[in-house]
């Protein structure tokens, strides 16, 4: 077995894979526990496992590297520019206490090399960027509709709560608020002691908003879901589709017809 062939093994490893899920969390452990007041000891510790945790991310990189048949394709790839940008600048001493801060931020982004190592969170998230353009218009749509009943908003409310009505900024964030429910009703009471019927300004906007646009988003993001999902399967080279599988059960079909006619054909009589 060539040594390419050793490092494939090495990162195609179940096992392998796990590790470094399970070092990526612990990475993230690690951020989250300084954030708290620990002893110096403690926090000498925690500085010698930093250090422990950026040498297996760099092993982890030179093996997947190392696996690569062609070594020019790898940096194609943007998860793994991705990793070997996060890797490189913890590999940086930062002792400065500007530059230290900025080391603690590159360490919390390392949590996001979980995406890169799980398939499964990486055909999520290229989903979701494959939706924005297509979101697009649905956010366009809704801006229209948060502009309209601002406007009108801010024309009808504004004598009676100006913190929350004064302009159309502030009346954009109001809706944003009624549109996501927080304490909504509590605004509605408010005008409706002056305009009995405002309810109906505040039912029609959570209708359009937070149902029908809603529904929209998630037919949008689950549409793209699946599109992505068949695309990985027809790149899979182990992925047999239905109709395939159909075709080779017919081939299979006359091929055993022909045998048992030749059979029979001959036979002794």
Do not use: C
Not at 37 to 54: A, C, N, S, Y
């Amino acid at each position: 077995m060539s040594w390419q062939a050793r490092f494939q093994q090495i990162r195609n490893n179940k096992i392998f894979e796990s590790f470094i899920i399970l070092i990526i969390i612990t990475s993230a452990l690690v951020v989250g526990v300084k954030t708290y007041e620990i002893p110096p000891v403690i926090l000498l510790t925690l500085g010698v496992l930093d250090h422990v945790i950026t040498g297996i991310f760099l092993t982890e990189l030179v093996i997947r590297f190392l696996a690569e048949e062609k070594k020019q394709h790898f940096f194609r790839n943007p998860w793994n520019v991705f990793d070997t940008l996060i890797i490189s600048v913890s590999l940086i001493p930062l002792n400065n206490a500007d530059m230290a801060l900025v080391a603690r931020l590159i360490r919390v982004f390392r949590v996001l090399r979980m995406i890169s190592i799980i398939p499964e969170l990486r055909l999520l998230l290229n989903s979701l960027l494959v939706a924005l353009p297509r979101l697009g218009y649905v956010v366009a749509l809704m801006f229209i509709i948060f502009y309209i009943y601002a406007a009108v908003g801010s024309l009808f409310f504004n004598q009676i709560n100006q913190d929350l009505w004064g302009d159309i900024a502030l009346a954009m964030l109001t809706l944003f608020r009624v549109m996501t429910f927080e304490d909504w009703t509590d605004i509605m009471y408010e005008t409706m002691a002056v305009y009995p019927w405002s309810w109906v300004f505040y039912v029609t906007f959570i209708f359009l908003t937070a149902f029908a646009f809603l529904n929209m988003v998630i037919g949008i993001v689950v549409n793209v879901l699946e599109e992505e999902h068949e695309k990985d399967r027809a790149t899979d080279p182990e992925h047999v589709t239905m109709k395939e599988l159909q075709t080779e059960i017919q081939e299979l079909k006359a091929m055993v017809r022909e045998l048992s006619s030749g059979s029979v054909r001959g036979a002794p009589r």
